[in-house]
Each structure stands twice: as structure tokens, then as C-alpha cells.
């Protein structure tokens, strides 16, 4: 390692709450070990599951403070310990551009287990790359828990976010006809990706009975309210296929329905998701999904960031670019 690879910035979350404070520190970065590499970061994607790390609810005496942000990224590599392999066994070389998941990805530099780490080619943005196995997988964990295939009517709800954007894209690939809810300013991208936007609120049992007149067989919530809930119920022949990543209240398991992720009560599924990864990367590279980008902001404004996503309308992968 040179000695400008030493330290470097590093967005860090310095006291917790909601919203938390935010700071961009200097940190040492770490020599290489077995199995490792440093990476200089182009691109860190920020997640919802964040703010629930911001808020300081998985550090009740703030001994992890302060805490380096993001838990995925892309980056190339900038020094190499022994045995450093990547996800697909290949030996990792300064000048590598990989992507994954990692804590602390909202840094200059960071040193990271390559062993989970895909490689990023030139034509696939650094962004998308950082955005796209947490998200993607969990789209997949949730049309696999459905068993969504040809012919089905999915109904998801949130389809403008980012695991919703997946989900609609993955669905549509797979046959189904999606029915996808989000406000009328994300309609016209969801349209392009093959599925027929209808506005949530008021009235949307109606809105996509209308749509779907024999109801719909599939549905997916990455919203988790009261209205993604009953709407689903109301719709679905069997509540066994509505799947939520996001209500852990466990109404939708009462209402027979399932939930994954790390929620309480809610399967992880960490096979199918393993299983999804090298999927993803390849859909990916083939240019078979895109992941929508809302905003990039710069190391700096990692406050604004955080801010942007917490409105809960991004509308896309929020990224930082340090
Ligand atoms: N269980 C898991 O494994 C897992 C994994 C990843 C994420 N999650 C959770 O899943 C949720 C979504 O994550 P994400 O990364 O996709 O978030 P995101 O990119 O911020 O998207 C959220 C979406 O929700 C929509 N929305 C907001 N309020 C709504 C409402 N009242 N009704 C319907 N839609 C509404 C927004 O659509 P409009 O802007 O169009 O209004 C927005 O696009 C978060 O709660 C996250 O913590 C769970």
C-alpha cells in the first residue's frame, strides 16, 4: 500500500437517531489480510435498512460509533492480501473493478473480504453495480416465495422503488402480466418496463379490479402498510402468494401470507438468495435488467443523501460517489 492509501474520508454516522448526524471523518484503512483487498470506492449504495442502522437500534450503548455507512458498493481494487479470490473462485489483482456487498462501502477506501465479490465490467455504471445484489435478490427471494411463472397476474406494490423495480422487471421476464403501484411521476418508467401502473390510495381494490377483472394471482408488497395488505387479500384467490419484505406486524402471516428477509418471523432464504446473485450479475451484464439510479450525491452531502432516501419517494437507488 503507498502511503495515500493509508487513510482516507469516510461517511460515518456520529450520532444516532432519526434523523441520525452524519459526518465525513478520516479513517485509517486496514493493510490487506488473507482473503482481502482495499478498494477504491466509485459508487456505495444506500438502503432503507440504513436508517434502521443510523437510528441506533442495533447499537443501544453507541459502541460501534462512529459507524461508516452503506452496505454495498463497487470499487477497484487498489492492493491485494494472499489468496484473495473472488466470487467465482478467480484470483483478485490490483486494478480489478469489483462490486458487493460490504459494511462501510460509503468510504474512499475500504478493506473487504473479496470471496463474495463480483466483477464489474466497464459497460456495467459503477452505480448499478453497487445497487444491484440486495435489491435484486431480494426481488427474486420474493417472486420465488410466490412461485411467479407465465400467466400469472402480479400485483406489486412499491413497483417504483427498488426492489420493486426489480421485482416488476424479473416478473415480467418470467411471463406475468404486472399490475405495479406507485405515483403517477414513476408511471411512464414502469410502463417501459413492461408493467401497467396504477396510482395507490383510496380506491385501489377498484383501480386494479378494473385492470384485472378476475383478480390477481400473484401479489408482492414492498410497502408493508395496512393498504398493500388488504388490497392483496382482497384480490388474490389464495393468500398463500402475497409475499412482503416490508410488514413484520405479523398481520400478512395471520392473513396467510409470507414474509422474508431479517425481520422477525420472516424467512431469510439465504440459499435461493446465494442461488440469485450470480443470476442477477449475469442479467445484469447481458443488459436483461437495469437498475434505476434516482440520484447521485457525492461523499459530502451523505447527509442530503440519507435525507433523500428517508422522504421514502427516490424512485431508485440512491448513490454515493465518493
Ligand atoms: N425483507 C427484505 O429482505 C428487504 C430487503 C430490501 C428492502 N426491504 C424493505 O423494503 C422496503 C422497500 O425498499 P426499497 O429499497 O425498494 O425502498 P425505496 O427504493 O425507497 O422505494 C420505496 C417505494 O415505496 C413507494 N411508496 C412510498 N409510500 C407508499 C405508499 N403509501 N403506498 C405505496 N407505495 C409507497 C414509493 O413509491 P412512489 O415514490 O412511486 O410513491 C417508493 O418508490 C423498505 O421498507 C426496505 O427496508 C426489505
Not at 432519526?18 to 482495499?38: D, L, M, S, T
Not at 427471494?141 to 410466490?146: D, I, M, Q, R
Not at 384480490?235 to 396467510?256: C, H, K, M, T, Y
Amino acid at each position: 500500500m503507498t502511503d495515500s492509501d493509508r487513510s482516507a474520508p469516510a461517511l460515518a454516522v456520529t450520532a444516532y437517531g432519526r434523523p441520525a448526524r452524519f459526518e465525513v471523518i478520516e479513517r485509517g484503512v486496514a493493510a490487506p489480510g488473507p482473503g482481502q483487498a482495499v478498494l477504491r470506492i466509485e459508487a456505495a449504495s444506500l438502503n432503507p435498512y440504513d436508517l434502521t442502522i443510523a437510528s441506533g437500534a442495533n447499537d443501544p450503548d453507541g459502541k460501534r460509533l462512529p459507524l461508516v455507512m452503506a452496505l454495498e458498493g463497487a470499487g477497484v481494487v487498489t492492493a491485494v492480501g494472499a489468496d484473495a479470490v473472488d466470487a467465482t473462485g478467480r484470483e483478485v489483482r490490483v486494478g480489478d473493478a469489483l462490486f458487493g456487498s460490504f459494511g462501510g462501502a460509503a468510504a474512499g477506501l475500504v478493506t473487504v473480504p473479496t470471496a463474495g465479490l463480483f466483477r464489474r465490467p466497464a459497460e456495467v455504471d459503477a452505480g448499478e453495480a453497487a445497487g444491484l445484489l440486495l435489491v435484486g435478490t431480494t426481488a427474486e427471494h420474493a417472486l420465488e416465495t410466490v412461485v411467479v411463472r407465465e400467466g400469472d397476474t402480479v400485483l406489486v406494490h412499491g413497483a417504483s422503488g427498488s426492489v420493486g423495480s426489480l421485482a416488476v422487471q424479473l416478473a415480467a421476464q418470467r411471463g406475468a402480466t404486472v399490475i405495479a403501484t406507485a405515483s403517477v411521476g414513476h408511471h411512464e418508467r414502469l410502463r417501459g418496463s413492461g408493467a401497467i401502473p396504477v396510482i395507490y390510495g383510496d380506491g385501489l381494490v377498484e383501480r386494479v379490479r378494473e385492470l384485472a377483472p378476475q383478480g390477481v394471482t400473484a401479489a408482492i408488497d414492498t410497502v408493508g402498510t395496512d393498504e398493500a395488505l388488504e388490497t392483496s387479500v382482497a384480490l388474490l384467490d389464495d393468500p398463500e402468494r402475497l409475499v412482503s419484505i416490508a410488514n413484520f406486524s405479523g398481520a400478512v402471516q395471520e392473513a396467510g401470507g409470507r414474509v422474508i428477509g431479517s425481520g422477525p418471523g420472516a424467512d431469510p432464504g439465504r440459499e435461493i438468495r446465494a442461488a440469485a446473485r450470480p443470476r442477477l450479475v449475469e442479467a445484469r451484464v447481458a443488459g436483461a435488467i437495469h437498475v434505476p439510479i434516482a440520484r447521485r450525491f457525492p461523499l459530502r452531502a451523505g447527509a442530503d443523501a440519507y435525507a433523500f432516501l428517508a422522504d421514502g419517494h427516490a424512485g431508485g437507488k440512491v448513490i454515493i460517489e465518493p
